[in-house]
């Protein structure tokens, strides 16, 4: 899941428009996020411990999931330049090592005078989803984001009032 950056400006995002990643859970991944969070939860770590748990065998870490969808958002929808400002989850099933997640963010409410933008957020494995949630971000509009590209473009509308 390393997709080409694509930049959506405020004015570009609409109701519905929707962006799905995948991104399949390796071993390394699960240990790479206990080392940078410290989160050395044996569930994620051991197959000794993760075999007495309900899940039978390792499990990633909830926040290693949630940030696939950061991903989502820093690369494709709206990509970059957005800035989070919330995000719910629901961790509704367990994601193993080998598993395919798919990470599925949709437009679902757009604040224009405050650029800001509410995605549905589910992330599915085979089907079935194993978290859902909402995320708030700002997004740059192309004023803000290229200020000459926006007085360019103005004057060739109007060059009187360039
Ligand atoms: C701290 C870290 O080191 C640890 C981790 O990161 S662990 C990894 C992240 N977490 C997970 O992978 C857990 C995934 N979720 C599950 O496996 C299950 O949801 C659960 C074991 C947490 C709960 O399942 P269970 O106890 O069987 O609950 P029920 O199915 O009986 O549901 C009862 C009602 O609660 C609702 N519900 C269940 N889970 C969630 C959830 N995660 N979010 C929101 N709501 C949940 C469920 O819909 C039922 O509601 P109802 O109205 O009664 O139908």
Known sequence: MLPELRVLYFEDLEVG???TLSKTIASSDVVGFAEIT????????????????PFGTRIAH???????????LGTRLPGPGAVYISQTLNFRAPVRIGDTVDVTV????????????????????????VLDGEAWVKVP???????LAAR?????IAPSDA
């Open 38 to 53: 410290g989160d050395r939860n044996p569930i994620h770590l051991s197959e000794h411990f993760a075999a007495r748990t």
């Open 106 to 129: 949709t437009v679902a409410e757009l604040i224009p005078e405050r650029r800001r933008a509410r995605l549905a957020c589910l992330c599915a494995v085979a089907g079935e989803a």
């Open 152 to 156: 360019m473009e103005r004057s060739r």
């Open 17 to 19: 428009l929707s962006e």
């Open 62 to 72: 909830g926040l290693y999931t949630a940030g696939l969808i950061s991903a989502v």
């Open 141 to 147: 509009n192309r004023a803000e984001a290229d200020p």
